[in-house]
C-alpha cells in the first residue's frame, strides 16, 4: 500500500475549533446539542453508568469460588522421569531440566509410562501405581 503521508490533503487537516461562532460549523450549543444533562458542563455520567437501570455488572449472577489455600501441583509422569539420567529426582532438578516451571512449589509423580533403573525420587505426593513401578525396580520413594 502506498503511503499517504506527504500529501496536503491528508496532513493538513485543521483542528475543529468549537464554540467559535456559526460559520465555523461547530458554534452556538458546540456539537453538544440542545440542552440536557450532557449539554452541561461538568455533564454525562460514569462509566457503567445505565440510567438507574440496575447495570449489568450487579444483574448478573455471580459463579464460583478461589480457595486462596488451594495447593497446586506440578503433575510429572514417570514416562517424563525415564528420559532423565539422574539417580535422584526433586523438584530443583525438574526445574534445572525445564520439566517443571519455576513458579512451581509442589510436584506429584504419577505412574503413566515406565520407568527402566533405579531412581529416588523426593516429591510431595506420589500414586500408588507410581510407587509400585519404582519400589520393583528396587529404588526409593520419600513422599513429603
Do not use: W
Not at 456559526?22 to 452541561?40: C, D, L, V
Not at 448478573?60 to 528420559?83: C, D, H, M, S, W
Not at 510431595?124 to 513401578?133: G, H, M, Q, T
Amino acid at each position: 500500500m502506498i503511503s499517504l503521508s506527504g500529501f496536503g490533503k491528508y496532513n493538513n487537516k485543521k483542528k475543529k475549533r468549537i464554540g467559535r461562532g456559526s460559520g465555523s460549523g461547530h458554534g452556538q450549543t458546540s456539537g453538544k446539542g440542545n440542552k440536557g444533562q450532557n449539554a452541561r458542563s461538568g455533564g454525562g455520567v460514569r462509566r457503567g453508568f445505565e440510567g438507574g437501570q440496575m447495570p449489568y455488572v450487579r444483574r448478573v449472577p455471580k459463579r464460583g469460588f478461589n480457595n486462596p489455600l488451594k495447593e497446586e501441583y506440578a503433575i510429572i509422569n514417570l514416562q517424563t522421569i525415564a528420559g532423565l539420567k539422574d539417580d535422584v529426582i526433586d523438584i530443583n532438578m525438574l526445574k534445572k531440566n525445564g520439566i517443571v516451571k519455576n513458579g512451581s512449589k509442589k510436584i506429584k509423580i504419577l505412574g503413566n509410562g515406565g520407568i527402566d533403573r533405579k531412581v529416588k525420587i523426593i516429591c510431595d505426593k506420589i500414586s500408588r501405581n507410581a510407587k509400585e513401578k519404582i519400589e520393583k525396580l528396587g529404588g526409593s520413594v520419600e513422599a513429603k
